[in-house]
T-cell receptor
């Protein structure tokens, strides 16, 4: 299982772009990279997933370099409502895979 | 639109009681998971299941057991609740196969906050 490392916390202001990087040095060939967002007293919810290069959806972008040993979640123009804990998770797409979360990154957005 | 349902949002139990936490998903997912979340410790995997009657231990299985008699239902059992099991418990499910819904993307329930007195 690929171990992930993220910064414990980050601070930002409204309207700024925020980039959160996750290190996963022992990622396996078949592993996907998935990011989740969690608000207090709620379960995490899916933000974005990628395998290589760049993926973009209506919420965020995910940048994955060629060696895939890290990934960066990019949140454009954050607002106060983006204050949450963000987790990256690396796992292969098969049944029976333990999905282990790291400690996550607490993002605090101020006005 | 609710896809993963946890039967109880809040529970208060006494030390030594047997506790059942129920989770049901309607997405026909193979995988189901139980996590607990505590301040400063993040999400920790207790048990998971990849098929009916199949189960695997996660990082912290001690003091817990699970049951999966039907594909859509995954139960977490505390045989004899203790105060150190006071926590938020989160159930999730995923399909292991890569596809339109993503590769092993987890869908979580709302959580069950258990207090053991």
């Amino acid at each position: 299982l690929a171990k992930t490392t993220q910064p414990i916390s980050m601070d930002s202001y409204e309207g700024q772009e925020v980039n959160i990087t996750c290190s996963h040095n022992n990622i396996a060939t078949n592993d996907y990279i998935t990011w989740y967002q969690q608000f207090p007293s709620q379960g995490p919810r899916f933000i974005i997933q990628g395998y290589k290069t760049k993926v973009t959806n209506e919420v965020a972008s995910l940048f994955i370099p060629a060696d895939r040993k890290s990934s960066t979640l990019s949140l454009p123009r954050v607002s106060l409502s983006d204050t949450a804990v963000y987790y990256c998770l690396v796992a292969r797409p098969q049944a029976g895979t333990a999905l282990i979360f790291g400690k996550g990154t607490t993002l605090s957005v101020s006005s | 639109d609710v896809k993963v349902t946890q039967s109880s949002r809040y529970l208060v139990k006494r030390t030594g009681e047997k506790v059942f936490l129920e989770c049901v998903q309607d997405m026909d997912h193979e995988n189901m998971f139980w996590y607990r979340q505590d301040p400063g410790l993040g999400l920790r995997l207790i048990y998971f299941s990849y098929d009916v009657k199949m189960k695997e231990k996660g990082d912290i299985p001690e003091g817990y057991s699970v049951s999966r008699e039907k594909k859509e239902r995954f139960s977490l059992i505390l045989e004899s609740a203790s105060t150190n099991q006071t926590s938020m418990y989160l159930c999730a499910s995923s399909t292991g196969l890569a596809g339109l819904s993503g590769a092993n993307v987890l869908t979580f329930g709302a959580g069950s906050r258990l207090t053991v007195l």
